[in-house]
């Protein structure tokens, strides 16, 4: 089955900073890379998404980046802001494997004011 | 207009019981699915159905059962509960073509 590794566990960046998160799959089937964004004692929810047949989009602050061959993709944040502050999960799926998403073990983001 | 429910939002039982927790999605999506999130934030799926069939199955013990009465609907039934299956529960849902999945806002569970 798919393996998806995450890093950091934990980022801590300063307001206005950028922060990177890396994750990488390993099943060369997955075609579907969603992002999700989950607040303290909330649920998860949706920030971007990319497909493999897409290397780069973006969305305001937000950009995700695929790299099919290297099996890893990345979410950028930039200016960041307090609000911000949350916990990431990316995720693999496959759209014949029943749409199945298999996430990455989450990234604790924080801005610092 | 809530997309995706759950009931209850907080459930604290004993040991040794069985307990259900309730899904609906109004979104009118063909799939639908259970995972649980434990103290360390990790997101593991459980069950997905698609179309009243489970589809996936992870290693889950026999004691989690999912029922889907019709396609709106995936209730999670817990048997003989164990101290280890304190978590949150999230249900979602999501359509089959489209992939982006739609979280309930989860149930926290917590067996004494």
């Known amino acids: 089955g798919e393996n998806v590794e995450q890093h950091p566990s934990t980022l801590s960046v300063q307001e206005g900073d950028s922060a990177v998160i890396k994750c990488t799959y390993s099943?060369?089937?997955?075609?579907?890379f969603p992002w999700y964004k989950q607040e303290l004692g909330k649920r998860p929810q949706l920030i971007i998404d990319?497909?493999?047949?897409?290397g780069e989009k973006k969305d305001q602050r937000i950009a995700v980046t695929l790299n099919k061959t290297a099996k890893h993709f990345s979410l950028h944040i930039t200016e960041t802001q307090p609000e911000d502050s949350a916990v990431y999960f990316c995720?693999?799926?496959?759209?014949?494997?029943?749409?199945?998403?298999?996430f990455g073990t989450g990234t604790s983001l924080t801005v610092i004011p | 207009d809530t997309a995706v429910s759950q009931t209850p939002k907080y459930l604290v039982t004993q040991m040794g019981n069985d307990k259900s927790i309730k899904c609906e999605q109004n979104l009118g999506h063909d799939t639908m699915y259970w995972y649980k999130q434990d103290s360390k934030k990790f997101l593991k799926i459980m069950f997905s159905y698609n179309n009243k069939e489970l589809i996936i199955n992870e290693t889950v013990p026999n004691r989690f059962s999912p029922k889907s009465p019709d396609k709106a609907h995936l209730n999670l039934h817990i048997n003989s509960l164990e101290l280890g299956d304190s978590a949150v529960y999230f249900c979602a849902s999501s359509l089959s073509t489209k992939g982006e999945q739609f979280f309930g806002p989860g149930t926290r569970l917590t067996v004494l």
């Open positions: 990319i497909r493999s047949n897409v």
């Open positions: 099943d060369s089937a997955s075609n579907y």
């Open positions: 995720a693999a799926s496959r759209k014949d494997g029943g749409n199945q998403f298999y």
